[in-house]
T-cell receptor, first 113, second 114 residues
């Protein structure tokens, strides 16, 4: 079935350092799934960070970006310079077009001041 | 901004107890979802609905019932709670069920079954 694998957390980085959280996917029910990054801040529900529905395209939001790579089946999340307020849990997710979204296990990001 | 609320935020019950988790969305979304999240696992879909009176089975439905009474309200019922159902539960909604559509999440309910 469809699945998502992402960097196991926690990931700890210092403020102003760069970040990459890896995400790879396996889509068996659809050739070109839609890809998402959601973020969950402490005490809150998940919220959409960015999404890309076309292979080869890049999505960006709040300084984060991710490129939909069909060849490597990857959708890595990157940020050039993190801030302490970016501390949260990040979820890579795959949408297979039939009302369903499959989530990765989540990666906790801890940004040290 | 879509608004999804859940109640209670925290719940403790005993094995065999009866629990109802409530979810309300106020943005006229058609689809609503119940997920559970356990440490080391992503969100797993329990049940979902595309309208009042409708119910669809997700990936981990055993031990759970759900009911969509109105477009706004979606309830998750645990009639004989077990310790394996200790988890963090999220409700979500979306305008349509199509994959590109953003799901909006509530803040979650932490359930502890002793």
């Amino acid at each position: 079935g469809d699945s998502v694998t992402q960097t196991e957390g926690p990931v700890t980085v210092s403020e102003s350092e760069s970040l990459i959280i890896n995400c790879t996917y396996s889509a068996t029910s659809i050739a070109y799934p839609n890809l998402f990054w959601y973020v969950r801040y402490p005490g809150e529900g998940l919220q959409l960070l960015l999404k890309v529905i076309t292979a080869g395209q890049k999505g960006s939001s709040r300084g984060f970006e991710a490129t939909y790579n069909k060849e490597t089946t990857s959708f890595h999340l990157q940020k050039a310079s993190v801030q302490e307020s970016d501390s949260a849990v990040y979820y890579c997710a795959l949408g297979e077009g039939n009302n369903r979204i499959f989530f990765g296990d989540g990666t906790q990001l801890v940004v040290k001041p | 901004e879509a608004a999804v609320t859940q109640s209670p935020r925290n719940k403790v019950t005993v094995t065999g107890g009866n629990v109802t988790l409530s979810c309300r969305q106020t943005n006229s979304h058609n689809y609503m979802y119940w997920y559970r999240q356990d440490t080391g696992h992503g969100l797993r879909l329990i049940h979902y609905s595309y309208g009042a009176g409708n119910l669809q089975i997700g990936d981990v439905p055993d031990g759970y019932k759900a009911t969509r009474t109105t477009q706004e309200d979606f309830f998750l019922l645990l009639e004989l709670a077990s310790p394996s159902q200790t988890s963090l539960y999220f409700c979500a909604s979306s305008v349509t069920g199509g994959a590109p559509d953003t799901q909006y999440f509530g803040p979650g309910t932490r359930l502890l079954v002793l």
